[in-house]
């Protein structure tokens, strides 16, 4: 059982590049949601989907789109990458108002 | 919007010595979660607490969450060197934002051998 997979594990972006990172859940969660991790700030959220179909904004979401493709997938989008999108990105998945369940992250830079 | 902070930011202790981190929320809460995340990992969910002045018991880990709902802590008994890592409390937004969990910036455990 995979639990949450998230790709691609690494990235280097050069400033104004545009990249997708992908999660997949295995667990037939309905929701699933996007964090950002940076030293010393936490988890901080970049946009969720409660259920298939639906997405909102969290708490950072400039800079940033997402899909949710189906139940199991769910993308975030750097349409046009700037330095302050280096961070190491958290997908996770829950059943609910439930324990968050969370990929490997994927560690982003961009110069 | 809702602010989850945690104290302290840093904590060093010496092993077989207690551990205790703090979470405080502007706002009451209706379920408080702690995860812990290893260095390179992802963050792991420990427990979530739902009921006030509740308190859980996970082996050496005791979790509380406060009478108001604001508030939580988590306490390790003697720590060991497996308890390495940093401490995240999270709790919800209301209404329509309970789908929004906010963390706390987390707390960061060393143990010295």
């Known amino acids: 059982n995979a639990g949450v997979t998230q790709t691609p594990k690494f990235q280097v972006l050069k400033t104004g590049q545009s990249m997708t990172l992908q999660c997949a859940q295995d667990?037939?969660?309905?929701?699933m949601y996007w964090y950002r991790q940076d030293p010393g700030m936490g988890l901080r959220l970049i946009y969720y989907?409660?259920?298939?179909?639906?997405?909102d904004k969290g708490e950072v979401p400039n800079g940033y789109n997402v899909s949710r493709l189906n139940k199991r997938e769910f993308s975030l989008r750097l349409e046009s990458a700037a330095p302050s999108q280096t961070s190491v990105y958290f997908c996770a998945s829950s059943q609910g108002h439930g324990e968050l369940f969370f990929g490997e992250g994927s560690r982003l830079t961009v110069l | 919007g809702q602010q989850v902070m945690q104290i302290p930011q840093y904590q060093h202790v010496q092993e077989g010595e207690d551990f205790t981190t703090y979470c405080n929320s502007s706002t009451t809460l209706s379920n408080i979660q702690w995860y812990k995340q290893r260095p390179g990992g992802h963050p792991v969910f420990l427990i979530q607490?739902?009921?006030?002045?509740e308190v859980k018991k996970q082996k050496r880990l005791t979790f509380q969450f406060g009478e108001a709902k604001k508030n939580s802590s988590l306490h390790i008994t003697a720590t060991q060197t497996t308890d390495v890592g940093t401490y995240f409390c999270?709790?919800?937004?209301?209404?329509?934002?309970?789908?929004?969990?906010?963390f706390g910036k987390g707390t960061k455990l060393s143990v010295i051998p």
């Open positions: 607490l739902v009921k006030s002045g």
């Open positions: 999270a709790g919800p937004g209301s209404g329509a934002g309970s789908y929004q969990l906010t």
């Open positions: 989907s409660a259920s298939e179909g639906t997405t």
């Open positions: 667990m037939n969660h309905n929701s």
